[in-house]
């Protein structure tokens, strides 16, 4: 009878849940190929490029790129024109 064990054993519900979510960001982190910290990092050159320029939010792209064997870390800011308006 101890193939039919594993029917009358009733897993916590929390630790399925629990199990299946660990699984699903383990799916998503490796889909992504980008570390968790990019985001932040964007974020927080955001704030200091705005100490000095006034910038939009979709003008710093921090992505990591893949360079033979190593990770090479690519930040590109679209700077505003300095000249005056006319």
């Known amino acids: ?3 039919f064990d594993f029917l009358r054993t009733k ?3 929390a630790s399925i849940a629990k199990e299946r979510l660990r699984i699903i960001v383990a799916q998503e ?3 992504r190929g980008a570390p ?4 932040l990092l ?9 100490k000095y320029v006034s910038v ?7 992505d990591l790129v893949k360079d033979g064997e190593h990770d ?3 930040i590109s800011v679209a700077l505003p024109d ?5």
């Open 36 to 39: 968790d910290y990019l985001p």
């Open 56 to 62: 939009d939010a979709e003008a710093v792209k921090v």
């Open 11 to 13: 897993k916590n519900t």
């Open 72 to 74: 090479v870390l690519d």
């Open 82 to 86: 300095g000249r005056p308006p006319a």
């Open 1 to 3: 009878m101890a193939l």
């Open 42 to 50: 964007q974020r927080e050159l955001l704030e200091v490029i705005r």
């Open 29 to 31: 982190r490796s889909s």
